[in-house]
């Protein structure tokens, strides 16, 4: 504070400066010219007022305290913008006709031609004056800062504060002095908190004017820190800041902020992600009841290796369980989450890795008897919609044939809880994906009619960003490559959730299960593909249809235009939280149901693709194959 006031106070005597000096040289030109400043030829003698120094002086008092009326020295003039500079033009013209007032004032009234030269001379002086200073200290400063990229940041509060400070302190915490963070200015939009300052940089405007004020700064990149924001909220001001080409970064969610001695706020600061723009706020869940179900038992997760395979077992790992099992059939994968929790965890963790195909009964059943899990979490499947559509038989073979293997394990060896993962597309299905994960369903209800021991239970949820195969990374190949974003429809919509909002779900759902229910999270409206296709573009700094262009390219085989969560037949029922769902169990007539599947697995081992189709949609009558 103390050195933006000296600041202030060099800059007004600058300004003085530059002010008397153009009057000096005002007199100067006028006298070498032959020109009178007075009208009507009278001679400056009765007042002094044009007598050395009598009027440079009065002249640079009365501009110099119009300026600081006008504003010229609330902020830091390395930061001024073009509103800044209008300032200071009016300050210096107001000053300059008081003074011409003044002069009238003692029967000295000046020219037009005088007050229009001293008008411009002072005005050009001082803006001049800055200019050249503005641009010198921002090539110091640029060196200085060693490239660090200027930075606006959205939100004056509690965590813009603790950036700050550490920036400020950055020299003796090895966690943050690498940050590439310039900090050029605030904005907030509490209109009270307008011209406050914090560790020397100041609040100069709201969230709307982020636009301009990045081209008036130069801003390279913008941090939203507002962590306690509402959703709605947050995703006003994304859209704005996502127009500006800028380097997005935000502050998490308050409630998933770490507040520790070792651990910094700005070390929490992460790039902008996708899932922030879909307008909601994150899911929450009751960790205590997570953690009785997970604590000291044994997890088995099929398709462990998998987007939301693995992100369950990373879920898990924080709850102490006694041992995790991690199965897949594709070895890069498991070995990759295995070395995650090795890293994480070292030996405190108890993590079994098995390569096995869930088609294999022989060798799952090996695995039951062998590890005796407590818990299973079912997340092995095939999921392509498009590459199912040409090879249905592997759809069933490894969603339906698989589910009813590890489900009748479960059953048989005692497993207290069997949670399987489904989808939105299982709702009156259109792909042959879809098809089979509602037979999966269908065989984890009959499952659930049955049972002695085993609470058999579904979770139902839409699209994961990021998740393998999923869009948002065939955006971003596209983007990165140069090639056009593809787009099925303009008109195409899908529900959206994140993979740790994917996986709490399921979690939360095995914590709430009596057997039977299918779990559905509300994950807000539906968002439209070409839009978040949008987004993704904007997010790279690019503008989409001239930078990026979009393509669209036609529904694929077995796609909709939009998804759906719940069979007509299903209906809704509340639960503790307010975000999750339980759709009503409905009777599955298990002798029908499992003549039919002998037959629908016998033709898929005879690899009869047609006919695979055909007893699929006497299976699920609500399978309408486009």
């Known amino acids: ?136 200290f921002l090539n110091i400063e640029t060196e200085v800062m060693q490239g660090g990229t200027r930075t606006l940041i959205v939100g004056a509060g509690k965590s813009t504060r603790m950036i700050l400070t550490e920036l400020k302190n950055s020299a003796s915490d090895e966690d943050v002095e690498n940050i590439d963070i310039c900090p050029v200015a605030l904005v907030d939009d509490d209109s009270s908190k307008f011209g406050l300052e914090i560790e020397g940089i100041r609040v100069i405007g709201n969230s709307s004017e982020i636009p301009e004020i990045v081209k008036s700064y130069n801003i390279e990149g913008i941090i939203l820190s507002i962590p306690s924001a509402k959703a709605e909220e947050k995703n006003r001001i994304l859209n704005i800041v996502k127009e500006t080409g800028c380097k997005i970064r935000v502050i998490p969610y308050i409630s998933q902020l770490v507040f520790t001695d070792n651990r910094s706020i700005i070390s929490q600061i992460q790039d902008i992600k996708l899932e922030d723009l879909l307008g909601r706020e994150p899911v929450t869940f009751n960790n205590k009841k997570v953690r009785e179900l997970v604590s000291g038992k044994i997890s088995l997760v099929t398709g462990g290796g998998g987007s939301i395979g693995s992100e369950l077992v990373r879920q898990i790992a924080k709850y102490s369980p006694q041992k995790i099992i991690i199965l897949d059939n594709y070895e890069n994968s498991a070995y990759d989450i295995q070395q995650e929790l090795i890293m994480d965890y070292g030996k405190t963790l108890d993590v079994e890795t098995i390569i096995a195909s869930v088609q294999d009964y022989s060798k799952m059943e090996k695995v039951f008897k062998t590890y005796s899990p407590n818990l299973v979490f079912h997340a092995a499947a095939h999921k392509h919609v498009p590459l199912m559509e040409t090879v249905p038989e592997e759809a069933v073979k490894n969603n339906i044939l698989g589910t009813f293997n590890v489900s009748s394990l479960a059953e048989q060896y005692g497993v207290d809880k069997f949670i399987m993962i489904s989808t939105d597309k299982a709702v009156n299905p259109t792909n042959v994906m879809g098809a089979t994960k509602r037979c999966c369903e269908m065989v984890i209800q009959h499952k659930a009619q049955h049972h002695k021991h085993t609470e058999f239970v579904t979770t139902r949820f839409g699209n994961v960003l990021g998740s393998n195969g999923s869009v948002i990374p065939l955006f971003k190949k596209q983007i990165e490559t140069g090639r056009p974003v593809t787009v099925t429809h303009k008109d195409v919509t899908r529900f959206f959730m994140t993979i740790p909002e994917a996986v709490s779900l399921v979690l939360q759902a095995g914590a709430m299960a009596k057997g039977g229910e299918i779990f559905v999270l509300d994950m807000g409206e539906p968002v439209k593909i070409l839009s978040l296709a949008e987004n993704v573009i ?77 007893l699929l949609k006497d299976l699920v009558p609500t399978f309408k194959r486009s």
Not at 579 to 599: A, C, P
Not at 605 to 610: A, L, M, P, W, Y
């Open 1 to 136: 504070m103390k050195r933006f006031r000296f600041r202030k106070i060099v800059l007004l005597i600058a300004d003085f400066l530059v002010i008397l000096e153009s009057g000096y040289f005002l007199l100067f030109l006028f006298e070498f010219s032959g020109l009178n400043p007075l009208w009507g030829g009278l001679q400056p003698t009765n007042f002094l007022w044009f007598d050395f120094p009598v009027f440079p002086l009065l002249n640079a008092i009365i501009t110099t305290g119009s300026l600081a009326i006008f504003g010229a020295y609330n902020k830091m003039w390395r930061y001024f913008n073009i509103k800044d500079y209008r300032a200071c033009v009016f300050g210096v013209f107001v000053g300059i006709v008081v003074c011409a007032l003044l002069q009238a004032f003692v029967q000295q009234t000046q020219t037009i031609l005088f007050v229009t030269s001293n008008f411009f001379a002072a005005a050009a002086g001082v803006i001049i004056f800055r200019l050249i200073f503005r641009g010198a």
């Open 538 to 614: 904007k997010l790279y700094g690019k503008k989409p249809y001239s930078e990026v262009k979009i393509k669209f390219t036609g529904l694929r085989p077995g796609e909709k235009l939009f998804e759906e969560l719940l069979m007509d037949e299903e209906g809704l029922q509340a639960t503790e939280n307010q975000k999750i769902f339980i759709g009503n169990q409905i009777n599955v007539d298990s002798t029908e149901l499992l003549s039919k599947l002998e037959r629908l697995m016998s033709k898929a081992k005879e690899n009869d693709s047609e006919k695979v189709v055909e």
